[in-house]
């Protein structure tokens, strides 16, 4: 199996199924967690340095922070319910407890914080949503935590992918601290396939193919884009969901397509 690809696992004692930290991934910026709780089980955290967006995939919590409190939140039971879900924003020098109401999938991102921004509920109403691309590029996205709502480094997303389409294309980057024209940003890519035995395809790769690898990536894996282009196929018969963690020196998203297959883009707006 490829470095980039974490894989689930059985959950630990605490819940804990997937597990990236800026150590394991040799960068200095995201942090990824995906927790398996069943109802009645609850977790609690210190944030640290670190600032936290709890992304409540599937299932139903009550959430406390040392400030407030969110009782009862989430109402997706299924990514492929294509709705926004529930987040919720953790500052640094905080701290959290999740009690599952539910049998709950929760989505821990994490990056570098300042305590600039209190705790704060994300309701799905506040999620951005849009369609993005044409033909056999489009996908719909909800954007959770962009670069215009608060928070010290974080951007955290999410985008489904339709069977037969490709997303994260045309193949962009941003790995080059080069603003304004683009920013350094790590990347994390959760991936759930619908039906789960499927696959997606995404391909991690950089100008010179220093770095040049094609996934077979696989229901519940995170890969790891430390750099380069990385787009996302989904084979005929099956959607594919991610949900993107982003962090890096400076909170902006800039990124740079491949010139090789840009005019794609310009080719499927102009038909539509």
Known sequence: MSDLIVPSLRPDEEGKVLSVTPESAGWRYVGFEVYALQKGQTLKKETGDQEVCLVLLTGKAHITSNH??????????NVFEKIPPYSVYIPSGDSYEVEAVTDLELAICLAPGKGTYPARLIAPEEVGVETRGAGNIERKIHNI?????????LLVVEVFTPEGNWSSYPPHKHDQDNL?????????????????????????????????????????????????????????????????????????????????????????????
Do not use: C
């Not at 407030?68 to 039971?77: D, L, P, S």
């Not at 020196?249 to 539509?272: C, G, I, Y």
């Open 68 to 77: 407030a409190k969110w009782e009862t939140v989430g109402q997706r039971m």
């Open 145 to 153: 935590l962009p670069e215009q709502k608060p928070a010290d480094s």
């Open 180 to 272: 304004p024209d683009e920013s350094y940003l790590e990347e994390t890519y959760y991936h759930k396939i619908n039906p789960g035995h499927g696959f997606a395809v995404q391909r991690v790769y950089t100008d010179d193919r220093s770095l040049d690898e094609t996934l077979i990536v696989k229901n519940g894996d995170a890969v790891l884009v430390p750099k380069g282009y990385h787009p996302v196929s989904a084979p005929p018969g099956y959607e594919v969901y991610y949900l993107n963690v982003m962090a890096g020196p400076v909170r902006t998203w800039k990124f740079h397509n491949d010139p090789h297959h840009e005019w794609v883009m310009e080719s499927k707006l102009a038909a539509k």
